[in-house]
Each structure stands twice: as structure tokens, then as C-alpha cells.
């Protein structure tokens, strides 16, 4: 059982080498379900602000989530970097979505602390929780074309070594 699961690590070790922009999709892909698997305490916490303000941004950063996916795996299958611009600034917009949000939590909180449920601090540490995964997103997004860039150096001075 352990030499299967060593040579199983290897294999992907060596397949995560190879494609490296799976890395951020991964992270991508698991923010986006941080936030949409606690959408229904954010609709529930939604539900007692007075203002459709927060719906607005909850329906915004949940299409955010799920367009930044596609937009980076795009990039990567035409290497066109509008698109790796284009999905730091949708991570980002979402991160400032969910600072927005979390005041609109904290003021409700702090004015009607006799209404708070459960479901709104549920609501509440889970957009903590996509903020800072979506802040390691964001860093691998940027690290993503060095990366690459480093590998083709490297790569290229590896031929050149071995072609002498």
C-alpha cells in the first residue's frame, strides 16, 4: 500500500511539473466552492439587511467566482495575458466585494446584536475564509508567467548544457 501511494505522489508530482497552471486552477476552483457552498447563509444573513445592496454583491462576487475559473484557463490555452490581467482584477474585485459585505455584516451586527443567528457569523468567518483564499489565488496568478518563465530558462540551459 505504500509504494503505491509513493509511486501515486510521484506521478502526480511529476504531472503538476508539467502543467503548472493546474496549481492556480485548483486554488480557483476551491475558493470558488468556499463561497458558493455557504451561499445559503449568506442568502439567509442577506435576508434581514433592508437593502438589495447586499444581495447585489453576494449575485457579483458569485459570478466572479466562477468567471475567474474560466478566464485563467483561458489564458493559459492561448497564452494571451489580457486574460491572466483580466482574472487578478476579477480575484481582486472579488476580495474588495467581500470586504464590502463583511461591513455590512459587522454594522448589522453591531446595531441589532439581540437579532444575531448563528447562520450570520457562519456567513461572516466563511467570506473571511474566501478573502484569504482568495488572496493565495491572487499570488499564485501573478507567480504563474514567472514560473513559467523561469522553467523555460532553465530548461533552455539544460539543452544547451547537454547539447555541449
Given amino acids: 500500500?505504500?509504494?503505491?501511494?509513493?509511486?501515486?505522489?510521484?506521478?502526480n508530482y511529476i504531472n503538476l511539473k508539467?502543467?503548472?497552471?493546474?496549481i492556480p486552477v485548483i486554488g480557483l476552483v476551491i475558493a470558488s466552492?468556499?463561497?458558493?457552498?455557504?451561499?445559503?447563509?449568506h442568502s439567509r444573513?442577506?435576508?434581514?439587511?433592508?437593502?438589495?445592496?447586499?444581495?447585489?454583491?453576494?449575485f457579483v462576487t458569485t459570478l466572479l467566482s466562477i468567471l475567474?475559473?474560466?478566464t485563467f484557463t483561458n489564458y493559459y490555452h492561448k497564452m494571451n495575458y489580457?486574460?491572466?490581467?483580466?482574472?487578478?482584477?476579477?480575484?481582486?474585485f472579488q476580495i474588495v466585494l467581500d470586504i464590502l459585505y463583511m461591513g455590512s455584516v459587522r454594522r448589522y451586527l453591531a446595531k441589532d446584536l439581540d437579532k444575531a443567528y448563528d447562520y450570520m457569523?457562519?456567513?461572516?468567518r466563511s467570506v473571511q475564509i474566501h478573502i484569504i483564499a482568495l488572496a493565495i489565488v491572487t499570488i499564485l496568478l501573478i507567480l504563474h508567467?514567472?514560473?513559467?518563465?523561469?522553467?523555460?530558462?532553465?530548461k533552455v540551459k539544460h539543452e544547451t548544457a547537454k547539447n555541449h
Fill in 33 to 41: 466552492m468556499i463561497y458558493t457552498f455557504n451561499l445559503s447563509y
Fill in 145 to 154: 508567467p514567472i514560473y513559467i518563465a523561469f522553467r523555460k530558462r532553465k
Fill in 45 to 58: 444573513t442577506i435576508a434581514h439587511f433592508p437593502s438589495s445592496y447586499d444581495a447585489f454583491l453576494c
Fill in 82 to 92: 489580457f486574460l491572466l490581467v483580466l482574472a487578478i482584477l476579477m480575484t481582486d
Fill in 121 to 124: 457569523y457562519s456567513s461572516y
Fill in 68 to 70: 475567474s475559473i474560466f
Fill in 18 to 22: 508539467r502543467k503548472p497552471h493546474i
Fill in 1 to 11: 500500500m505504500g509504494q503505491k501511494l509513493k509511486k501515486w505522489f510521484k506521478r
